[in-house]
């Protein structure tokens, strides 16, 4: 605890050949010279003998130097370890000695006992209470001293030369140290808990000060009061203990699951040299530091400080002294090799959080786990594996990111809620392809939920029961039973096409986002495919996809798709798809920001590549159809169509073939280019509709805040009137329609848009067998007569109530 300024020198037994057992004073008296640097040496003895030894030994000193030694009464062994503690941050002899007398106050809370009357008195009421300076406050934060504010409670006070102390007065808890994260984490601090910080040093009152600026600042957190996780305008479901947005169909029951990394298998222990053990220590978790620094740097560019504000809870857990020093303790004293050590102190804590009452505390649990892990993985040379679930169950995260959906494990993953993100999200929408029930943006309080607990999940409707009664259970069963039924009702028609009872053709087509999708996509029914999000092809990658590689993905789709139709949409990237391959810069509303065919013009040598690769991989004679994503102006289109004819050139050049008169298209995305439709008509071959965004923009709603979702209803008759200009302006120019987002997986919402003319859908495959059964159960006349009605609604809530009750 010391650590190497701190000299500890041990003095027992007597140096006399048969008969070593009693205290020698000479000894005493060497190991007093030894200690003594000029600051002072404290002396701690244990009974008998060895005080009076002691005292001889005083007696020995000069008076110069006898006036720097304490003979001190702490307890030997838990006042010597408090006492180096002290002295460490440069407490006085005095400071050392009250620290040492104190010294059982650990244990004695650890095991719960109050100390004794006469421990008590030994333990010195405060000597010198002008020495100390204290600070009363009321934590007025939302969710106390969480991971964050605690951050920046223990980054501030560590900035002054002061020994500073945290006492939690409303629960007893404490004082623990303010440089330790974990310390003051398990005070347990909550609003409205009155805590004590008390100083002492240089720079106490300073200390104090800045305190005290950032207790009234909310500890960083915004004016201190809860603004709600949870989605406006959803109504909770009746009974349910959460609820979130809907995602994708179907009940689950099955036991929390966290997002975890695996663990590491520590190598066995040959022999270990302890120095070099903690050179890898050091080593190890300075290289994670690096690593989380950058990645933090990397964060706060591209999505804002706040939320880069996590990664300071991770630094500072590799820089608490509380979970360092007993692992160099272990390291030296036990000879445990550093992983070992290492190993041992962070599964302590990770369950020391999570045994905590406070389910944002208990959060805490996975950033120790997920630092201990990186640490670990360095020591023992490994890379770091991803993160995996426990066992089969249903997963809680806070938000998932498109590719760490993509690489969920199937086999486990029987559900999905998470605290934050909407229903029309990019890792939402994999989800609904990969066909697990799913609720998102259900609000942090979800992640209190424990690993292990019982929920039962509803993705139609986004309930999440806890701990479910049997009675629920049989009849979510039954419910469940009555959805597969239909499904596989509606999947034994599937691979006919959909044509209403009058006669109408509607082309049902499957949005892809992989290449290993398109045998399930053809197996679910699809006509073709409808949009291929290129830009989630190449999610796992670091490196920018080359022509070849594209060309090789392209054609294995055309190739699985024979002669049906393939709509390959241009990377869309930007906005929630960063891809891990391209370095974006940080934009204060990325949504509204260089995305889409904005992003391909600035970047127009990546367009080229993806054109050339597209118009390759059309030359086998497949019905390949291109389209621009986010257009919102006609010159856009035009520079990006200049651009597709630079590729033919270049192919041809290159001397490869490739078809004429490949379709070109737009996805209708920006109610600019909805409103202008006519403007864009003589340039394209045909529209797809993209609602997600449509409405996003439409309605001012970010597709990606569940607190917002609620008011993003792609059934608004504001999205309908501009569905129905786009159909008109095509119908002028003789040129089709699709949908693409979505709302086209909706059966309900088929009628609709049928009505309104669209002639081509495309969905998340397990949507089409569905959607086709909805298409031929009605007549495009009475369809037509339906979008009437719907265009005369004021709300989305009025459209659904129309097409339920039809
Ligand atoms: C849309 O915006 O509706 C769409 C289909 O594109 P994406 O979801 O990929 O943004
Ligand atoms: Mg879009």
């Not at 031929?776 to 265009?791: F, G, K, L, N, T």
Request: glycine content about 10%; charged content about 25%.
């Amino acid at each position: 605890m010391g650590g190497e300024g701190v000299a500890i020198e041990a003095a027992g037994g007597l140096d006399e050949p048969g008969n070593p057992i009693g205290t020698d004073a000479v000894l005493v008296l060497a190991a007093i010279e030894n200690a003594d640097s000029g600051e002072g040496v404290l002396v701690l003895m244990d009974l008998g003998s060895a005080v009076m030894s002691a005292e001889v030994a005083l007696d020995m000193l000069s008076e110069e130097q006898r006036a720097r030694v304490y003979l001190c009464e702490a307890p030997l062994v838990e006042g010597a370890v408090a006492a180096a503690a002290a002295a460490r941050v440069g407490e006085d002899l005095e400071g050392v000695a009250r620290e040492a007398r104190g010294g059982l106050q650990g244990k004695a809370a650890h095991l719960g006992v109050e100390q004794s009357q006469d421990t008590g008195k030994t333990a010195p009421e405060e000597p010198d209470t002008g020495s100390f300076k204290e600070l009363r406050l009321t934590v007025a934060n939302p969710l106390g001293l969480h991971a964050r504010p605690a951050a920046r409670f223990v980054l501030t006070a560590g900035d002054f030369d002061a020994k500073i102390e945290v006492t939690n007065l409303t629960t007893g808890r404490g004082p623990v140290t303010a440089r330790s994260l974990n310390a003051i984490a398990t005070l347990g601090v909550r609003r409205d808990h009155e805590i004590n910080i008390r100083a002492r040093g240089p720079q106490a009152s300073d200390a104090l000060a800045a305190l005290q600026v950032l207790a009234d600042e909310g500890f960083g957190d915004k004016a201190g009061t809860a603004a709600p996780t949870r989605s406006v305008n959803v109504s909770a479901v009746e009974g349910a203990t959460f609820t979130g947005l809907p995602v994708s169909p179907g009940s689950t029951l099955g036991v929390v699951r966290r997002l975890r990394r695996p663990e590491l298998e520590i190598p066995a222990e040959v022999s270990v040299d302890a120095d070099d053990e903690l050179a890898a220590l050091e080593k190890a978790v300075a290289q994670v530091r690096r690593e989380l620094s950058g990645t933090r740097e990397d964060i706060a560019n591209r999505a804002g400080e706040q939320s880069a504000a996590i990664f300071d809870v991770h630094l500072l857990l590799l820089d608490d002294p509380t979970l360092l020093e007993p692992v160099r303790q272990a390291i030296s004293e036990d000879e445990w090799s550093a992983a070992r050590a290492w190993a041992k102190e962070i599964d302590s804590l990770v369950s020391r959080y999570r045994s905590l009452d406070d389910g944002y505390q208990r959060e805490r649990a996975e950033d120790v786990a997920e630092v201990g892990h990186r640490v670990l993985a360095c020591l023992i040379g490994v890379p770091p594996a991803g993160p995996e679930l426990g066992g089969p169950g249903i997963l809680v995260a806070t938000e998932l990111a498109p590719a760490e959906t993509a690489a969920l494990d199937l086999e486990l993953v029987r559900g999905i809620v998470t605290a934050r993100g909407g229903p029309t999200g990019h890792a939402a929408i994999l989800a609904r392809s990969l066909g697990i029930p799913t609720i998102v943006g259900a609000g942090d309080d979800v992640l209190g939920l424990a690993e292990g607990v019982r929920v039962l999940i509803d993705g139609a409707t986004g309930a999440i029961y806890i701990d479910p009664d049997a009675a629920l259970v049989s009849r979510y069963e039954g419910l469940e039973q009555q959805r597969q039924m239909q499904q596989g009702a509606a999947q034994r028609e599937a691979l006919e096409p959909a044509v209403t009872s009058d006669g109408r053709r509607i082309e049902v087509g499957a949005n892809l986002g992989s290449v290993a999708e398109v045998d399930g996509a053809l197996a679910a029914g699809a006509d073709g495919v409808g949009l291929l999000r290129t830009e989630f092809l190449f999610l796992d990658r670091d490196t920018q996809p080359t022509e070849e590689e594209q060309l090789t993905a392209y054609a294995a789709i055309t190739q699985a798709l024979g002669n049906k139709p393939l709509i390959l949409r241009t990377m869309d990237v930007g906005a929630d798809k960063p891809p891990a391959w391209l370095e974006l810069e940080h934009e204060t509303n990325p949504f509204m920001g260089l995305r889409g065919i904005r992003f391909s013009l600035a970047q127009p040598e990546m367009l080229l590549i993806q054109l050339r690769a597209a118009l390759r991989a059309a030359a086998a004679g497949r019905r390949l159809k291109l389209m621009f994503p986010m257009v919102s102006t006609v010159d856009e289109l035009q520079r990006a169509r200049r651009l597709l004819e630079q590729a033919r050139t270049d192919v041809t050049s290159a001397g490869y073939s490739t078809p004429e008169g490949i379709e070109v298209g737009i996805m209708v995305e920006v109610p600019a280019c909805a409103i202008s439709a006519d403007a864009f008509a003589p340039h394209v071959d045909f529209f797809s509709i993209g609602t997600n965004d449509l409405t996003q923009y439409t309605l001012a709603v970010d597709r990606g805040n569940n607190r917002v979702a609620g008011l993003a209803d792609h059934l608004h008759p504001s999205i309908l009137r501009l569905i129905e200009r786009v159909v008109e302006a095509a119908r002028r120019h003789d040129k089709w329609v699709g949908v693409c987002g979505e709302l086209a997986g909706d059966p309900r919402a088929a009628q609709i848009l049928v009505g309104l003319g669209v002639t081509e859908l495309s969905m998340s495959p397990p949507a089409i067998a569905l959607v086709k059964d909805a298409i031929r159960r009605v007549s495009y006349e009475r369809a037509r007569e339906v979008a009437a009605s719907a265009m005369e609604m004021v709300s989305a809530g009025e459209v659904r109530r129309l097409i339920e009750t039809d």
